[in-house]
Every structure is written in structure tokens, then in C-alpha cells.
């Protein structure tokens, strides 16, 4: 055995004996009620998402068998770009593997000092996903952090910088995962503006919940965010993200971005399938609405047992602990009823802020969110 090997082995050790230790959970479908999963709108099993992975299957085979910029371009993902850019009011979109993947490759590519000439000042939100933190260090920026969803502060760090001519980029999520709260985007767009930055939004968790048609929070300021990036793994119900952008951005991407050049394509059953769940969006307004009002009674009766949920007013619901390990006993005497929630820990959360969290999707049913209660308040 490789000596060094032990070195991971300690580190291990390390984790566990500070109540940090990951394990993958046991497999899922076991649940009374699942509230650890991402499926906002249960589109992972609606029958004509299915139908349209079936059907591409049967015409494309499994895989795109290669780059988009070699074998994989298939018609069927500049179909789904157009879609995704008319409905996001963009010039143009790109679809790529994975949100981690688009985070980390097409932020890196867009803040490269070498191509801007000049080290750009990049100002972003203390609670931003790993994915972001990926993205600056590989391109090697130093962040200007603002406090959370702080746009106060953001004005007073952009104002500080307001004569250098070094190029400005503003980075957040639009609704925040772990924290079930939303930032201001149209106040975003109107400083972005103002200093002449580029504003890149992370819509991973506002993709078909939120914002005009079910489109994100970006949707609705037509046009005026100009990278808005999000998911197709949350609650479209399957993988692979997108950009909407400039034709610029896009083509600038497409000769720069490592993460659209040496990646294989989505395969083309995903494609098919996330652009019949995007199509279905708007027909869901419903679903949407009885989302967020099972997350506000939720946290109604939380707040009544004395819980504390953050900052949280969408469909993400922490319950904030502060302890690791109690946030480790507490999902686990959950699951052991049957009820799967996340213990979310630092540094996925800053520290003293461990968590259980709870994402609501419109297939939950009131017994389950009776059930989920009744355990929290034993628990
Ligand atoms: C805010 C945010 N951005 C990006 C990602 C990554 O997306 P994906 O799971 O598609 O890689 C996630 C998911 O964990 C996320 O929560």
C-alpha cells in the first residue's frame, strides 16, 4: 500500500472526530417522505419528460458520442438553446454538462485577466456555491466579498473602487440553497449598471420555481442580467445546466470555456427530455404557488415550535442547529423514521450554522408535512 495513503486516511479520521464526516446516505426511494431531494416540481417523473427521454433515445442512441465541437452537436441542443434564451430574453444560451461544471469553467473563462487585459475586481456574495469559489481559483482572482445579500455593502465596496478602470464583475446566486432566500436582482441589475460590471447570477434553485413563467428571478428584468446561469438538476428533475447570454459571450465561449471544449455533450436523452420539462414551466403556476405556500406554513409552524429558519422565505427551509453533531443526531433520528432530510455542515455553511434542510417540492402531500413536523418537534 502507498505510504501516503494513510494521509487520507487521517484526514478522514480528522473530519469524523470534528463531527464533519460526509457518508453517502442509503440509497434513496426508501422514504416516507424525502425532503432532502432538489425535484421542486416532481418533473424527474412526469410522464411526457419520460416520453421525450424515450423517444430520443430510440432516435439518438444513449450519447452524444463527443464535444459539441466535434461529433456531439445534434440538433436538438440548438433547438433547446433557442428555446432557453427566448424565454430568458437573452441573444443567445449554451447548455453544458453539469451547474458545478458551468460555474467553474465558464466564470473562470469570463474572468481571465490575460483576455481583459487587466485583473478584474470581482465582487461576490459571502454565502456563493463551492462551484464559484472553484471558478476564482482557478482563474487566480482575489474576491472582493459583500455580506449576504447585503447590497448596501456591495454599494459601499463597489464605490470604494468606482475610479479604477480595472474590469468589474458582480457574482450571487438568485435564490441561495442552503439559505432558502432570494437577493435583490432587480437592484443588482441597477449597480451592475451603474459601474459598468458584468453580472453573472446563479439561478440553480430559481429555475421553474420562481420568477416570470416559472423562468428564474433573471426572467423577469427581461434581459438586463448578462450571464444568467442555471440548472437543469434541481427542478426541471434532470441534469445538465445552462447560460443565457450575448451572441459574444456565448461565441467567446465556445473558443475558451474548458468545460464546453473537453467535455463530451449531454446525452441527447437528457437534452430532449429538459427541454420538454422547460416547455412545461409555464403551465405550472399552480404547482408554484402551492410550493411556496407549504413552505410558508412550514415555517409558520416551525417558528411556533421555537425553530429557527434563517433567512428562508422560498421553497429551501433550513432548520438551523448551530452544532454539527446535534445537526448529524437530529437527521438521523428523522431518517429513522423514515424521513430524509440534509444535515448541511461548514464549510458548506459557515461555521456554527450547521443545519438541517428541507426542500419542498409540489408532490409533497399534507400528511407528509404532518409527518415531517410531528418528527422535528420529537426529534
Ligand atoms: C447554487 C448552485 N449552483 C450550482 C450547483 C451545481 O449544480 P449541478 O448539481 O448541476 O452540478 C448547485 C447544486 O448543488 C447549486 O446549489
Same mark, same amino acid.
Given at each position: 500500500?502507498?505510504?501516503?495513503? /494513510?494521509?487520507?486516511? #487521517?484526514?478522514?479520521?480528522?473530519?469524523?472526530?470534528?463531527?464533519?464526516? !460526509?457518508?453517502?446516505?442509503?440509497?434513496?426511494?426508501?422514504?416516507?417522505?424525502?425532503?432532502?431531494?432538489?425535484?421542486?416540481?416532481?418533473?424527474?417523473?412526469?410522464?411526457?419528460?419520460?416520453?421525450?427521454?424515450? =423517444?430520443?433515445?430510440?432516435?439518438?442512441?444513449?450519447?452524444?458520442?463527443?464535444?459539441?465541437?466535434?461529433?456531439?452537436?445534434?440538433?436538438?441542443?440548438?433547438?433547446?438553446?433557442?428555446?432557453?434564451? $427566448? =424565454?430568458?430574453?437573452?441573444?443567445?444560451?449554451?447548455?453544458?454538462?453539469?451547474?458545478?461544471?458551468?460555474?467553474? %469553467?465558464?466564470?473562470?473563462?469570463?474572468?481571465?485577466? +490575460?483576455?481583459?487585459?487587466?485583473?478584474?475586481?470581482?465582487?461576490?456574495?459571502?454565502?456563493?456555491?463551492?462551484?464559484?469559489?472553484?471558478?476564482?481559483?482557478?482563474?487566480?482572482?482575489?474576491?472582493?466579498?459583500? !455580506?449576504?445579500?447585503?447590497?448596501?455593502?456591495?454599494?459601499?465596496?463597489?464605490?470604494?473602487?468606482?475610479? /479604477?478602470?480595472?474590469?468589474?464583475?458582480?457574482?450571487?446566486?438568485?435564490?441561495?440553497?442552503?439559505?432558502?432566500?432570494?437577493?435583490?436582482?432587480?437592484?443588482?441589475?441597477?449597480?451592475?449598471?451603474?459601474?459598468?460590471?458584468?453580472?453573472?447570477?446563479?439561478?440553480?434553485?430559481?429555475?421553474?420555481?420562481?420568477?416570470?413563467?416559472?423562468?428564474?428571478?433573471?426572467?423577469?428584468?427581461? @434581459?438586463?442580467? #448578462?450571464?444568467?446561469?442555471?440548472?437543469? /438538476?434541481?427542478?426541471?428533475?434532470?441534469? @445538465?445546466?445552462?447560460?443565457?447570454? +450575448?451572441?459574444?459571450? +456565448?461565441?467567446?465561449?465556445?473558443? %475558451?470555456?474548458?468545460?464546453?471544449?473537453? /467535455? %463530451?455533450?449531454?446525452?441527447?436523452?437528457?437534452?430532449?427530455?429538459?427541454? +420538454?420539462?422547460?416547455?412545461?414551466?409555464?403551465?405550472?403556476?399552480?404547482? !408554484?404557488?402551492?410550493?411556496?405556500?407549504?413552505?410558508?406554513?412550514?415555517?409558520?409552524?416551525?417558528?411556533?415550535?421555537?425553530? #429557527?429558519?434563517?433567512?428562508?422565505?422560498?421553497?429551501?427551509?433550513?432548520?438551523?442547529?448551530?452544532?454539527?453533531?446535534?445537526?448529524?443526531?437530529?437527521? #438521523?433520528?428523522? $431518517?429513522?423514521?423514515?424521513?430524509?432530510?440534509?444535515?448541511?455542515?461548514?464549510?458548506?455553511?459557515?461555521?456554527?450554522?450547521? !443545519?438541517?434542510?428541507?426542500?419542498?417540492?409540489?408532490?409533497?402531500?399534507?400528511?407528509?408535512?404532518?409527518?415531517?413536523?410531528?418528527?422535528?418537534?420529537?426529534?
Amino acid at each position: 500500500m502507498t505510504a501516503f495513503l /494513510s494521509s487520507y486516511a #487521517d484526514h478522514v479520521a480528522d473530519l469524523a472526530a470534528r463531527g464533519l464526516h !460526509r457518508r453517502l446516505p442509503p440509497p434513496s426511494g426508501q422514504w416516507l417522505a424525502d425532503f432532502s431531494s432538489n425535484d421542486y416540481l416532481g418533473l424527474s417523473r412526469h410522464p411526457e419528460v419520460l416520453a421525450a427521454a424515450r =423517444d430520443a433515445v430510440a432516435q439518438y442512441g444513449t450519447g452524444a458520442t463527443g464535444s459539441r465541437l466535434l461529433s456531439g452537436n445534434l440538433d436538438l441542443y440548438e433547438a433547446f438553446e433557442a428555446r432557453i434564451a $427566448q =424565454d430568458k430574453h437573452a441573444e443567445s444560451a449554451l447548455i453544458l454538462g453539469s451547474g458545478y461544471q458551468t460555474n467553474a %469553467t465558464v466564470l473562470a473563462a469570463l474572468i481571465n485577466a +490575460k483576455v481583459l487585459g487587466a485583473e478584474p475586481l470581482v465582487f461576490t456574495d459571502r454565502l456563493n456555491h463551492a462551484s464559484l469559489h472553484h471558478a476564482f481559483k482557478v482563474a487566480e482572482v482575489r474576491q472582493i466579498r459583500f !455580506r449576504h445579500a447585503d447590497l448596501t455593502h456591495l454599494t459601499e465596496l463597489l464605490d470604494k473602487h468606482a475610479h /479604477s478602470d480595472q474590469p468589474k464583475f458582480i457574482v450571487a446566486e438568485s435564490v441561495f440553497g442552503m439559505d432558502g432566500d432570494c437577493i435583490d436582482v432587480a437592484g443588482l441589475v441597477s449597480l451592475a449598471q451603474a459601474h459598468q460590471a458584468m453580472l453573472y447570477l446563479d439561478e440553480a434553485h430559481a429555475t421553474g420555481v420562481l420568477g416570470e413563467r416559472g423562468y428564474g428571478l433573471t426572467a423577469d428584468q427581461g @434581459g438586463r442580467v #448578462d450571464v444568467a446561469m442555471g440548472t437543469f /438538476s434541481k427542478a426541471l428533475g434532470g441534469s @445538465g445546466a445552462y447560460i443565457a447570454c +450575448k451572441q459574444v459571450v +456565448k461565441d467567446y465561449l465556445i473558443n %475558451t470555456c474548458t468545460g464546453f471544449i473537453y /467535455s %463530451t455533450a449531454l446525452s441527447p436523452m437528457v437534452v430532449a427530455a429538459m427541454h +420538454k420539462a422547460w416547455t412545461l414551466l409555464p403551465a405550472l403556476d399552480a404547482e !408554484r404557488q402551492r410550493l411556496q405556500a407549504m413552505a410558508a406554513d412550514v415555517r409558520t409552524r416551525l417558528h411556533a415550535m421555537g425553530l #429557527d429558519t434563517g433567512l428562508s422565505t422560498t421553497h429551501i427551509v433550513p432548520v438551523i442547529l448551530g452544532d454539527e453533531r446535534r445537526t448529524l443526531q437530529a437527521r #438521523d433520528q428523522l $431518517q429513522a423514521r423514515g424521513i430524509n432530510v440534509s444535515a448541511v455542515r461548514p464549510p458548506t455553511v459557515p461555521p456554527n450554522t450547521a !443545519r438541517l434542510r428541507m426542500a419542498f417540492g409540489s408532490h409533497h402531500t399534507p400528511e407528509q408535512i404532518d409527518a415531517l413536523i410531528e418528527a422535528l418537534r420529537d426529534v
